[in-house]
């Protein structure tokens, strides 16, 4: 699962459109600077043209220069999806009248309308206040001054790194109890909370990246670095435990419903594990399949990784089978079965100077 996989994907691609050094961004600014209002509709599609009343057809190319002249007027402006073009201005939108809007000004309600009612992103910014707000479906987002989302950025990674510390112990944790067949649902929900919890902290940062552009090259390369390979890792401890015939896109399902403060509940988290059926005890054992661990083993694939799973059905099983027992499930060649030998033991090895140390 990428970071932004729960992250609404059309919110996205239009904060790019929108991000500092661009061409649009470059002609909000000049509206913004020049105390005007305004009103864009980000494609010229066939529904947006249905609502579109009045006006005039212009179809030139796309300027920063052209949209600040173009927004003296008091009409709305279409441009098309990938804002090469300007095709219409000083356009009069007509929006379902009933559709809900927590707007008050009149521009900022429309906006919203529109947004809700049709498949394009809306910009409105504001004469009195010089803000810029973005309309995405249901979704409004405030464009921030590039210093302040930088310094939101940092603060944000800083905040990252303290929880994936807190996920690191977990994980090591779970990996000592696992080898010691001693594991309770408690701690199975303990690293998937702590793992939603950096996911979203990762999301987060990663739409501060796409709105600042090309002033988030070090943030992307920060980010990069921390959050390498976490969504794998807590997807092999989700498939280790969950129950048969459930799924892991149920479990990720159920925690992106969570609120942030239902995440903070274990109890919760536990429930997401156990998506075919609500858990009664947190304290009751788990036995793994040992997913997470064959994942170690160098060159081994996937499928040959859940053949083996499958055919020994628990960790602790795995843990006691010989070379020859490994060489009975199709695909295991001597030279992996010796591998998957040598990693457990590394495994054990490890989680006992860990005891001691």
Known sequence: MSIVAREDDALLTALAQVAPGGPLRDGLERIVRAKMGALLVLSDDPGVLAICSGGFLLDAPFSPQRLGELAKMDGAIILNTDITRIARANVHLLPDRTVPT?????RHRTAERVARSIDAPVISVSEEMSVINLYVGDRKHQLQAVSLLLDRANQALQ???RYKVRLD?????LTSLEVEDVVTLRDVAAVVQRGEMVHRIASEIETMIVELGTDARLLRMQLDELYTEIDDEIELVIDDYLPGGCSALDTHRLMAELDDESVLDLRKCAVALSPC???????????PRGLRLLARVPRLSDDTAVAISNYFGELTKLQR???SDLLVVPGVTAVQAQAIKDTLARVVEATIMDQYN
């Open 169 to 173: 112990d977990a994980m090591a944790n």
């Open 321 to 323: 089978a010989t070379v």
């Open 102 to 106: 927590s707007e008050t000004g009149t």
């Open 159 to 161: 905040t990252l790194e």
């Open 277 to 287: 059926g609500a858990p009664e005890d947190l304290d009751q054992n788990m036995s």
